[in-house]
């Protein structure tokens, strides 16, 4: 009779609170629709590894399906990889080509990065727990996911939530920071732009030399930036459609889909429900912030030197987040509310690419010099 009524007996108010975050998790990706792809997922994960004697996890000595797919795509980073391949092909480095100066936005703003590193440490976390929490500023999940995974495993769920649900609360955390930090003129600020074409070759030359020289400069990153590239390649090289289409679509589906749920599954209440868990989203949303304020007041910062038709709308540079490319459209709407017919979306979206090396490049930084201080 016992064993009958053992899942009832085995639950406690961490179990209750966990399936309370986990439907609140898929709540906002039904209701509000943030990121449905990512979130439903993680939600639904979180309320599986939470039900009684976590079954799904391990049961009578043996691994269940969510430890098998996190040993098999999360410890040994093979997700996070096979991500960056299905986001290299689909991203155009058109826009940034045709306005190479939008490369600079990419990394003012990782400024979140490093200023929440420097929290952290104040907060007690050493080196490398605090590197992998700042990396949630990049705003980009893989990433966050691959630096943590290599510095701080024991951080992995809390710093693999915050990153996923912070990209998809960007319509709600950029706009007032943008406010904040900007006049209504300079957010109406117009902006030209002209089409150019770009030559075949240098979309094809651009992943290989990206990759090289960052492997030359920084090895560890050749993982994040190779995968990127090898991806990109595949779209650009005009021969390989059928892959380029089952990058972008059928891997993109599928491992965003088993990547959601592995980690729901890091999401274990006797692991998450504690004090350094709700400091590191805490520092999350920080970061965040920190990453949208660093882009705009570099376009403030610029625009004192240039005359004034050639004045760039602030708003732009908290486009240089990882989030593509929903902060570009974040940015195009935002524009629009303010003055009907002004379009900056190319130039958001040159932004929102650069972000997306950005991000990647202070992954590698991140990877290659920590290590070297933290001995």
Request: net charge neutral; proline share 5%.
């Amino acid at each position: 009779m016992h064993d009958l009524f053992i899942g009832f007996t085995s639950l406690g108010w961490q179990q209750a609170l966990m399936y309370a975050v986990g439907l609140a998790l898929i709540w906002l990706a039904v209701h509000k629709e943030y990121e449905p792809m990512l979130l439903l997922p993680i939600g639904f994960g979180a309320i599986l590894v939470n039900l009684p004697l976590s079954v799904v996890w391990e049961h009578e000595g043996s691994a269940g399906f969510l430890k098998v797919l996190y040993e098999g795509g999360i410890a040994n980073e093979l997700f996070p990889i096979l991500i960056f391949i299905a986001v290299g092909a689909m991203i155009d480095f058109g826009p940034l080509f045709k306005n190479p100066f939008m490369i600079f936005f990419g990394a003012a703003a990782q400024l979140g990065i490093f200023a929440t590193m420097i929290i952290a440490t104040l907060l007690g976390f050493d080196l490398k727990a605090a590197a992998s929490i700042g990396i949630i500023g990049a705003a980009d999940g893989p990433t966050a996911i691959y630096v943590a995974n290599k510095f701080a495993k024991d951080y992995l769920g809390p710093i693999s939530v915050a990153a996923y649900s912070y990209m998809a609360l960007v319509p709600l955390i950029q706009p007032p920071v943008i406010r904040l930090l900007t006049t209504k003129k300079e957010r109406r600020i117009h902006m030209a732009y002209h089409e150019s074409g770009v030559p075949k070759w240098l979309k094809i030359f651009f992943p290989i030399s990206v990759t090289m020289i960052s492997g030359i400069v920084a090895p560890i990153s050749v993982p994040l930036v190779g995968s990127l590239m090898f991806g990109n390649l595949i779209r650009e090289s005009g021969v390989l459609e059928r892959l380029s289409q089952a990058a972008q679509n059928e891997l993109a589906n599928l491992v965003t889909l088993l990547l959601g749920i592995t980690i729901g599954s890091s999401m274990r209440a006797d692991k998450f429900l504690n004090l350094t868990t709700l400091m590191i989203l805490g520092m999350g949303l920080v970061a965040f912030v920190f990453d949208t304020a660093g882009g705009v007041l570099f376009a403030k910062l610029i625009n004192l030197f240039l005359p004034a038709d050639r004045k760039i709308n602030p708003m732009i540079g908290a486009c240089g987040i990882s989030a593509f490319p929903m902060s570009g459209r974040v940015i195009q709407k935002m524009a629009a509310e303010e003055e009907r017919g002004n379009i900056i979306l190319m130039h958001a979206i040159g932004a929102n690419v650069s972000g997306q090396l950005g991000s990647i490049i202070a992954g590698g930084m991140v990877l290659a010099l920590v290590p070297l201080f933290a001995k």
